[in-house]
């Protein structure tokens, strides 16, 4: 059985394995992970600089995106978003089409406050990428959900990816691809660190440090020494730093402090453009235009 028929057929059997049971065998595949790994989260590349040219003298970029997976999590979105008004961040928020009522009047709050929004998929169940028939389908719901938010970007749900059916996404940006992450349900990534075109008009911005469901789920870790250390991995070799933070599972007062001190140790780092996706996409697409 190859990858993709393997991970089509677990999605297809997940609605029938209770949550719980997931969760715990998702904590055992973690913990042989890393294990595997020596408990090292740098990712396995020199650390040279990469020599990207990110603008104004800036020594690398990071970028603040949250997928707000249920309707639980759209409620905690104000508890983050304050958070980032403390600090004079602008983060992207990622909503899912059709798997709870949208807060369209919340939306409209997040872009008013300078904030970004973008699609996270139309049921997040899997299965966008089955067939292009599939994709081609639920594209078409993705793009009028993005005209009626004002939304120019795409994660797909779970970071799943083909990066075929990718090159056809009509948004600006994209951040469904791993650099890498041995943690995903599709492992591995794309082993870039910096933004790419997938086509004329949409911009990669691969996703670069591990998600807070890893660390604070699976390895139920209770600080943010593996963010810190891929943050200044990332800023000393001039990368991209993406991170993926739910509202859903920051939903403590102590977790809300690990948001605090992962924002404050982003910041900390010199020469760091603290961006928007479409911000970062609309300068990888001027630099090539110069070039």
């Not at 409620?75 to 089409?97: D, P, Q």
């Amino acid at each position: 059985m190859s990858s993709g028929t393997a991970l089509r057929a677990f999605y297809r059997l997940k609605p029938l394995i209770p949550r719980p049971v997931q969760v715990g065998l998702r904590r055992v595949r973690a913990r042989r992970i890393w294990d595997g790994l020596g408990h090292d989260c740098r990712p396995p590349i020199p650390s040279d600089p990469l020599g990207y040219p990110w603008p104004d003298g800036h020594r690398a970029a990071a970028i603040i995106t949250h997928d707000v997976e249920l309707e639980g999590g759209q409620r905690n979105v104000g508890a983050l978003a304050e958070i980032e008004a403390e600090l004079g961040i602008r983060s992207c928020w990622n909503f899912v089409v059709r798997r709870y009522p949208v807060d369209t009047a919340l939306i409209a709050r997040l872009r008013a406050d300078g904030h970004e929004v973008g699609v996270h998929g139309v049921h997040h169940d899997g299965h966008l990428f089955d067939s292009r028939e599939i994709f081609v389908q639920r594209l078409e719901v993705m793009r009028d959900a993005a005209r009626r938010w004002g939304a120019d970007g795409f994660r797909s749900p779970s970071l799943l990816y083909d990066r075929h059916l990718l090159a056809e996404l009509p948004f600006g940006w994209d951040s469904s691809m791993p650099a890498w992450d041995p943690f995903q349900p599709q492992p591995g990534g794309c082993r870039r660190f910096t933004p790419f075109a997938l086509n004329e008009r949409c911009i990669e911005l691969p996703v670069t440090l591990w998600q807070d469901f890893i660390l604070l789920e699976e390895l139920r870790m209770t600080d943010v020494g593996v963010w810190r250390t891929q943050v200044e991995f990332l800023h000393a070799i001039g990368g991209l730093i993406n991170v993926i933070v739910h509202p859903d599972y920051i939903a403590t007062p102590a977790r809300l402090a690990l948001y605090r001190e992962l924002l404050q140790c982003i910041t900390a780092r010199p020469r760091t453009w603290i961006a928007l996706p479409s911000e970062v996409a609309d300068w990888e697409r001027r630099r090539h235009a110069v070039s």
